[in-house]
């Protein structure tokens, strides 16, 4: 029996302009929503604001008298939703991930500031002592570790908190930064997660009471939810958002029989995020994980008649080699290690949900050894930035390659040149 063939969504010209009215509506709903915030906080000079410091950083400067001033750089996120950096006393310590209540001065921004995330100054009134429940999940994850960097890893795997610029500048020597920042791969394995748990309890009490109900649009339901109360309790990190909305919008395209593996589909869920979420719009992130999914669809679209083991096998090298000119021009970090991230990359899915499940039982400790091996290893890394006339090749190469086979093997070569070239002078 033959199957169904899978439909695009839009079909007629009528469809095309119905969706750019739907995009224009929400995007209007959107800024709109965004604009009058910007009003409440501008409308005084200061405005007392509670909010939860991000990321917090020492920084110095040379005054006009040629002294060095020492400083603390504060990156919050208010219940609002805005994100703004500040400045701090050096003397106050350990404010990562602390919620303050503060007296901010932000009536001078514009709303393109206010929307990108702005500096302002302010005074902190109070330091909540009160820890919130990620504070407290933190200090859970802390206790089962000797390696106070071990722990921090394991916190920004699972929290989203923010490394320290030394883990970070070896893990992007190593390749594998994508993997501590949590995104659309950690989604997935999550959620591949949930919906083993959920399967066998849902059958069974299927056969016995709701025979009549669908399990995998009820499995979704179960897993969408749980995925939610997850992001949100992160504060909504862009790549995390952008899998998620992904995610709804692929089940719901799937569920009614639309083709998932289109550029198409792509295409409308970032409109679709974009008119929801205007700010991710200057997220990096964001557009990372993107690109990340775009090459992905690139592949399986092109390569669709490949057996299902040669796609497994060579997806992952596909992906890197197109991700490898990103990761160069925003890091600007190679060594020989580097490539290895492919290997790491695979591994990773077996050790995310090992990490949790030993974390959860309080044995999170037996997984320390490997990890200590990763940051003390000697990278001998090369640091040169990939300039944005390259970068801006990569990207037409890979606007191009949708259309075209030929482009599509240009990207390719284009790729493995810079990739060469790389490994050469590393050597």
């Known amino acids: 029996m033959q199957a169904l063939e899978k439909v695009t969504l839009f079909s007629v010209k009528k469809d095309y302009f119905l969706f750019f009215l739907l995009l224009l509506t929400l995007l209007s709903l ?43 750089i504060l990156k919050l996120q208010s219940d609002e939703g805005f994100v703004f950096y500040t400045m701090a006393s050096k003397k106050l310590q350990n404010l990562q991930n602390k919620r303050l209540h503060v ?15 702005f500096f302002a100054f302010s005074k902190i009134l109070q330091v909540y002592k009160t820890p919130t429940l990620k504070q407290k999940i933190a200090s859970f994850i802390e206790v089962q570790h000797t390696n106070y960097d071990i722990a921090k890893i394991y916190k920004a795997l699972f929290l989203a908190m923010p490394l320290p610029t030394s883990i970070q500048k070896q893990f992007s020597n190593l390749g594998i930064s994508h993997l501590i920042a949590i995104s659309g791969f950690h989604l997935g394995v999550l959620a591949t997660i949930l919906f083993f748990l959920f399967k066998t309890p849902y059958k069974f009490l299927q056969n016995r009471y709701f025979p009549y109900r669908s399990y995998k649009r009820d499995s979704f339901f179960f897993i969408s939810l749980v995925l939610l109360a997850y992001l949100l309790f992160l504060d909504s990190p862009p790549s995390l958002l952008r899998a998620y909305a992904m995610l709804v919008v692929g089940f719901i395209l799937y569920d009614r029989g639309i083709q998932i593996i289109s550029m198409q589909t792509l295409l409308i869920t970032i409109l679709l995020i974009l008119a929801l979420f205007p700010t991710l719009l200057f997220s990096i992130g964001f557009w990372l994980s993107v690109s990340g999914v775009f090459y992905i669809f690139l592949f399986l679209i092109h390569f669709k008649n490949m057996s299902k083991i040669k796609q497994f096998i060579l997806l992952p090298f596909w992906v890197y080699l197109m991700m490898l000119p990103y990761s160069l021009a925003i ?16 591994l990773f899915t077996l050790f995310y949900p090992l990490a949790i499940a030993l974390h959860v039982t309080g044995f999170g400790n037996l997984l320390d050894t490997p990890l200590s091996y990763l940051l003390h290893v000697n990278t001998h890394a090369l640091h040169h930035t990939l300039t944005k006339s390259y970068l801006l090749v990569e990207i037409l190469l890979s606007l191009l390659a949708v259309f075209s086979k030929k482009a599509l093997y240009a990207l390719l070569s284009y790729s493995l040149l810079l990739f060469i070239y790389f490994i050469y002078n590393v050597a």
């Open 30 to 72: 959107s800024l709109s929503y965004k604009y009058y915030k910007y009003t409440e906080l501008t409308k005084f000079d200061s405005q007392l604001v509670n909010a939860t410091v991000l990321k917090a950083y020492d920084k110095t400067k040379l005054t006009k008298k040629g002294k060095i001033k020492s400083y603390k």
């Open 331 to 346: 890091f600007g970090n190679f060594s020989l290690y580097h490539p290895l991230s492919i290997l790491w990359t695979t």
């Open 103 to 117: 007296e901010l001065w932000a009536g001078k921004i514009s709303f393109l500031e206010y929307i990108k995330g």
